[in-house]
């Protein structure tokens, strides 16, 4: 029997009826982009992840540029980020004009290093070409970044901050999610990410009424909302009025039907796949270095990363014994060549060695104690 990486069938024999239902529901009354279950979505959502609002869009990489445009970031401004990361983080960026600053990870926990952050803020500030804008913190492999210290830097620089929770939507640290730190949280819907759809999306999730409703406008093509028409008079539909320049960026209502469904067993998928990580904690960390969570921190394990001085011959190995597995990232961003002209104050060696090191195992909610402990006896049998 081949061994799934992730397995989003067993997800959906647990929840085809209800899954099914709501799919015929909106095929029934037909509002399919922007209809009712969207907002319904939408507050589910924040309430999970106990922010004030959340708005939805198309996936998980404009949630985190709804945010930097509504703030007008741009031209001759720098957002710091890791390059240890999905493309995405730092890809939306150069969109508004801006520039990525590549700041480096901790060893344990591959989230961003709040000293190097520091660093990187005062080297861009000493060379005077940019102006520090704003901060993507990268919930990398389902962990919450270090939030009370990256927030305390940002806010003592004026810097807003940005929860990149593609990976790690549902985690907590110390209970609280990441919004407790951050101006905005954003995740991915994609179907892979620990909460995803059928199809792409992603949602950003904020405690400012006002952000959300400039994002509201920015995702639907610059329409005007309330605060736009306050004193304000038209002799034509306002629908038709553009007040900034925006995007098509909606969530459809087939997929917020289908992430309601999800969303209700999203709190036990994470139960279990902590009983996931234990059990390969207990079976490998004698092999290999498994992962380290952040003191107080909950982890939704989108990835079980674990790292060993021969990653690909043990990734040959383990395919030979039909355990698939992945390297998440094998090429950190500031060495992609389309990044590479970006700041990088105090070089990235963690990242660098990371990339070379790192191998992703199947993890996900529904993975059965005797598929699991064949893949450990794999992993253990690899004499590289
Ligand atoms: C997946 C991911 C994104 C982007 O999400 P999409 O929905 O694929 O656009 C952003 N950041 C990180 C860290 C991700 O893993």
């Given at each position: 029997m081949t061994i799934a990486f992730i397995d989003l069938a067993a997800q959906q024999r647990?929840?085809?009826?209800?899954?099914?239902?709501?799919?015929?529901k909106v095929l029934a009354h037909g509002a399919y982009v922007m209809g009712p279950e969207v907002r319904e979505f939408e507050a589910q959502l924040a309430a999970f992840g106990q922010a004030r609002r959340a708005l939805s869009c198309a996936n998980g990489t404009d949630a985190i540029a709804l945010p930097l445009m509504a703030w007008g970031i741009g031209a001759g401004d720098a957002v710091f980020c890791p390059s240890f990361t999905f493309a995405a983080t730092p890809e939306v960026v150069p969109w508004t004009g801006?520039?990525?600053?590549?700041?480096?990870?901790?060893?344990?926990?591959?989230n961003l290093d709040p000293d190097k952050?520091?660093?990187?803020?005062?080297?861009?500030?000493?060379?005077?070409?940019?102006?520090?804008?704003?901060?993507i913190a990268v919930d990398l492999f389902g962990q919450p970044a270090d939030y009370p210290r990256i927030a305390e830097i940002a806010r003592r620089h004026g810097l807003k901050l940005i929860a990149d929770s593609a990976q790690g939507f549902g985690g907590s640290l110390h209970g609280k999610h990441p919004i407790h730190w951050a101006d905005v949280a954003t995740t991915s819907f994609f179907p892979a990410k620990p909460l995803g759809c059928y199809g792409?999306?992603?949602?950003?999730?904020?405690?400012d009424d006002?952000?959300?409703?400039?994002?509201?406008?920015?995702?639907?093509?610059?329409?005007?909302?309330?605060?736009?028409?306050?004193?304000?008079?038209?002799?034509?539909?306002?629908?038709?009025?553009?007040?900034?320049?925006?995007?098509?960026?909606?969530l459809d209502t087939l997929?917020?039907?289908?992430?309601?469904?999800?969303?209700?067993?999203?709190?036990?998928?994470?139960?279990?796949?902590?009983t996931v990580a234990a059990r390969y904690a207990e079976g490998l960390s004698d092999v290999v270095k498994v992962p380290a969570v952040?003191?107080?921190?909950?982890?939704?394990?989108?990835?079980?990363?674990?790292?060993?001085?021969?990653?690909?011959?043990?990734?040959?190995?383990?395919?030979t014994q039909?355990?698939?597995?992945?390297?998440?990232?094998?090429?950190?961003?500031h060495r992609q060549a389309p990044y590479a002209h970006y700041p990088q104050p105090g070089g990235l060696p963690v990242s660098e060695a990371a990339a070379d090191r790192v191998i992703a195992l199947p993890m996900h909610a529904y993975l059965e104690a005797d598929i699991q402990d064949r893949i450990i006896a794999a992993v253990r049998g690899y004499n590289g």
């Open positions: 647990r929840l085809k009826p209800q899954i099914d239902a709501a799919i015929q801006a520039e990525p600053v590549f700041v480096d990870v901790l060893e344990d926990t591959y952050l520091e660093a990187a803020i005062a080297a861009i500030k000493a060379e005077g070409r940019l102006e520090p804008r704003a901060v792409d999306g992603g949602a950003v999730l904020t405690n006002a952000l959300w409703d400039v994002m509201d406008s920015l995702r639907v093509h610059g329409k005007a909302v309330a605060a736009d028409l306050e004193g304000r008079s038209f002799d034509h539909d306002p629908k038709y009025l553009n007040t900034r320049i925006g995007m098509n960026s909606r997929q917020a039907a289908i992430l309601i469904e999800k969303l209700a067993v999203f709190a036990s998928e994470i139960e279990a796949r902590q952040i003191s107080g921190g909950v982890s939704v394990w989108a990835q079980y990363t674990v790292e060993h001085d021969d990653r690909d011959g043990l990734a040959a190995h383990l395919k039909g355990v698939p597995t992945a390297a998440y990232y094998p090429v950190p961003m």
